[in-house]
């Protein structure tokens, strides 16, 4: 039992050893890990390295669900404004990469596209505060790549945000 013991406490802590031999176990190295270019001034990153061997998932645009599906077409009452369609949007990604095995905290880059809200402006501060609870807080303070793209409109005219996103673990 012994012997079965340490090897097992020995691959928990990402190191590989044989039993019974002397010899030293071998650390993981930086180049065996995510590396996260941080831009300690922003709440995204500079850039992710992903080194060979990792799995990735990659999402289609995930857009928000219905809020009210008897709500008037063109008002807010059926997928909400801005932040909860940000809001919803991540829910989506979270749900989607979840089947695979993947958190948001393996997230490494998102491409955000906003479209006008009703007055015919760009509420990016509604998408900021959505993101900020999601990436870059306590629960999960990982950053991630990210580009945010203003756009004339999405497919569905009521629709304010679509969200691609990949995961890397």
């Known amino acids: 039992m012994r012997k ?3 090897p097992l406490i020995l691959l928990l802590i990402g190191c590989t050893a044989e039993v019974g031999n002397q010899q030293s ?6 180049e065996d890990f995510i590396v ?7 709440s995204i990153l500079r850039g992710v390295y992903i080194p060979a061997g990792k799995e990735y998932f990659y999402t289609s645009g995930l857009v928000a669900p219905v809020k009210d599906p008897d709500a008037a077409a063109g008002t807010y009452l059926r997928y909400g404004d801005t932040y909860e369609q940000s809001i919803g949007t991540l829910e989506r990604i979270k749900e ?16 955000v596209y ?12 509604a998408w900021f505060k959505a993101y ?3 990436f870059n807080y306590e629960g999960n303070p990982n ?4 580009s945010t793209l203003a756009v004339y409109a999405l497919a569905n005219p009521d629709l304010l ?5 990949v995961a890397a673990k």
């Not at 176990?25 to 930086?30: A, M, W």
């Not at 996260?36 to 922003?42: I, L, S, T």
């Not at 989607?96 to 491409?111: N, Q, Y």
């Not at 950053?143 to 990210?146: H, T, Y």
């Open 132 to 134: 900020g609870e999601y």
């Open 161 to 165: 945000i679509e969200i691609e996103a």
């Open 114 to 125: 906003l479209a006008p809200d009703k007055e015919g402006k760009i509420d990016w501060d």
């Open 4 to 6: 079965l013991i340490l």
């Open 36 to 42: 996260r270019y941080d831009r300690p001034d922003a």
């Open 96 to 111: 989607t990469i979840g089947e695979a095995g993947f958190s948001m905290s393996d997230v490494i880059f998102l491409r």
């Open 25 to 30: 176990p071998v650390r993981p190295t930086e």
């Open 143 to 146: 950053k991630v790549a990210r």
